[in-house]
Nanobody
Framework: RVQVVESGGGSVQAGGSRNLSCTVY?????VGWFRQAPGKEREGVAA?????????YYADSVKGRFTISRAYASDTVNLQMNNLKPEDTAIYYC???????????????????WGQGAQVTVSS
C-alpha cells in the first residue's frame, strides 16, 4: 500500500502561491518536504514534528515564504508556498518517519516513506 501521497503540484508565475498537500497513511510524528531540481541533489525544504509539542524546520532559502502545517490528529501535512521564485521550480516530495531535530531533518536518507513527487514550475 502507498504510504505517502502528494497533491497540489502545477505551474505558477513568479510571485504567486501554491499549496502542496501530503496525506500520510502511517502513524508518524515527523513529516518533511523535499525538492529536487534537474541536475541537483534532493534538498530539505521544511519539516514538522507533531508529538507532545509542535516544531517546524525550514531551509534558509524558503524561510518567510513557505509554511508547513499539520492540523491536530490529521493525516494531512500542508506546505503553503508564497512569493514563489523561478528557482523554486522542482519536483517536491513528501517524506515521513524521519528525524525531526536540528541538524538532521533535512537529510533525505533518514526518512523511511516517500511519495511519488509533485512537479512545481515557477515561470518568470
Amino acid at each position: 500500500r502507498v504510504q505517502v501521497v502528494e497533491s497540489g503540484g502545477g505551474s505558477v508565475q513568479a510571485g504567486g502561491s501554491r499549496n502542496l498537500s501530503c496525506t500520510v497513511y502511517v502513524k508518524v510524528n515527523c513529516v518533511g518536504w523535499f525538492r529536487q531540481a534537474p541536475g541537483k541533489e534532493r534538498e530539505g525544504v521544511a519539516a514538522i514534528y507533531t508529538g507532545d509539542n509542535i516544531n517546524t524546520y525550514y531551509a534558509d532559502s524558503v524561510k518567510g515564504r513557505f509554511t508547513i502545517s499539520r492540523a491536530y490528529a490529521s493525516d494531512t501535512v500542508n506546505l503553503q508556498m508564497n512569493n514563489l521564485k523561478p528557482e523554486d521550480t522542482a519536483i517536491y516530495y513528501c517524506a515521513a518517519d524521519g528525524p525531526c531535530w536540528d541538524g538532521a531533518w533535512y537529510q533525505p536518507h533518514s526518512y523511511l516513506y516517500w511519495g511519488q513527487g509533485a512537479q512545481v514550475t515557477v515561470s518568470s
